[in-house]
């Protein structure tokens, strides 16, 4: 599936901040379908159990998935918001050390409200974990005094990723 275009990085989020040493540093894309696609690999500081990721960062992608897939939808990064519920389902171990791809897409938004259906896969499109996410949407400053998403989410790096193979 052809990539529209990329997301921009924040510096200090375990998920995508390029700043974190201890984070994923994962890039996002917006995908032609209006969902959102990543390519990622989890790392040995990332475990639980011997060559099993933690289901806290399994989650936590695709938590960061959701909202991601609202940015994708509307073509930019503008509405933000905060999780309201997670439902998380392991399905499979999710190993660290191999490319895992991971897939949001809204499925339901009202004014104030949006849920996302998140994926992470293996590479032979397996499905490992997944998740049903629903958020209220809130502006920067309602989150957290102070914020500025300019300056937080501010690296926009490049690349030439042009697609990404997704289930149907």
């Not at 957290?144 to 998403?149: L, S, V």
Request: hydrophobic share 35%; aromatic share 8%; net charge negative.
């Amino acid at each position: 599936m052809k990539v529209t275009r990329k997301q921009r990085n924040s510096k200090m989020c375990i998920v995508c901040g390029l700043d974190n040493e201890y984070g994923l540093r994962a890039p996002f894309y917006s995908m032609e379908d209006g969902s959102v696609a990543t390519r990622f690999c989890y790392r040995e500081q990332h475990q639980s159990y011997p060559g099993r990721v933690h289901g806290g960062l399994i989650t936590a992608m695709l938590d960061e998935m959701g909202l991601r897939a609202l940015w994708a939808k509307e073509g930019e990064e503008r509405t933000y918001g905060v999780t309201l519920s997670l439902e998380t389902k392991y399905r499979k171990p999710v190993p660290y050390g191999v490319p895992l791809i991971g897939r949001g897409k809204v499925v339901r938004e009202t004014g104030n409200f949006l849920t996302a259906e998140c994926t992470i896969m293996d590479e032979e499109l397996n499905v490992l974990a997944n998740a049903t996410v629903k958020y209220i949407k809130l502006t920067p400053q309602q989150i957290e005094a102070g914020i500025d998403e300019h300056e937080e989410m501010c690296y926009l790096i490049p690349d030439d990723v042009t697609e990404i193979v997704l289930p149907a």
